[in-house]
């Protein structure tokens, strides 16, 4: 699991006094020096405590409390229904939760939206880009909604970090599933947001450009953003996941690493069977494709 701690060094109101001895002997208080004390703080990224949402008479998030640490990668698991992406509203300030409180970034969604959406970037369950533009005007755009310098520049170095150069000028409607992903992973990126929420990333897409998906995903975590994913693919969560978390009915029943959840179980009994392939499997290896672990 990916952890991250500031060392902070903190002035303490009450000063100590410098002695300085004259040459009689004599004390006198030269100055107040401050005692530097040194604080470890441990850094979280998203902070949830006892959010509560209802449309009309339907109880969607009943009292859901977690933390996500920076610099990793946190998967909300849960079944149609179950409110992630209520809750990945709220989070983003799309949506107003009835109570509790939710902090991103240091920031209240209720009180401080602006500040958290600066601090932000969200990524739907459908690419959201401009089939009309290139994949480098689509870049280019976004980098100039956020008022950046050089977004050419900006835009060219995201095309090259996501392999997407080599189609940067063909229309974003000529793209694959896979290469439009990517695209709007990109677009995500442009400003570089220190929190990117993923709502079912990889919905639609075939395996192979699951993977790629997957192994971008695993490099931003890697560079130091922090990643808020939601899936209904266990596997998914199961090979990128340092926290997970699942929802159900409005409620977190679970949540902890994938070992800590494993411990939940009673230990597996040990029997020896013959392993076939899966249909996955049987794809990747026909088409040439290592699977991704």
Known sequence: MRREHHRTLLATESEEQVMQTKGNGQQLS?????????????????QVTDIQKSYKNLDVLKGVNFAVEQGS??????????????LVKILTTLLKQDSGTAIVNGFD????????????SLTGQFAAVDEMLTGRENLILIARLRHLKQPRQVADELLARFGLTDAANRRASTYSG???????????LVGTPPILFLDEPTTGLDPEARMEVWKEVKT?????????LTTQYLEEA???????????????????????LKKLFPPAQVEYVEKQ??????????????EYR
């Open 30 to 46: 030269v100055s107040k020096m401050p005692v530097l004390k040194e604080k470890i703080v441990q850094s979280t990224a998203i």
């Open 73 to 86: 990668i946190f998967a909300l698991l849960g079944s149609n229904g179950a409110g992630k992406t209520t």
């Open 109 to 120: 969604v209720a009180s401080e939206p602006a500040r958290v959406r600066q601090s932000i």
């Open 178 to 188: 896979g290469m439009r992903r990517r695209l709007d992973l990109a677009m995500s």
């Open 220 to 228: 931003l975590a890697d560079g130091g953003t922090t990643v808020f």
């Open 238 to 260: 199961e090979q990128l996941a340092d926290h997970i978390a699942i929802l159900h009915e409005g409620k977190i029943l679970a949540s902890g690493t994938l070992m800590e």
């Open 277 to 290: 392939p899966t249909l996955e499997e049987i794809f990747l290896a026909i088409i040439g494709k290592k």
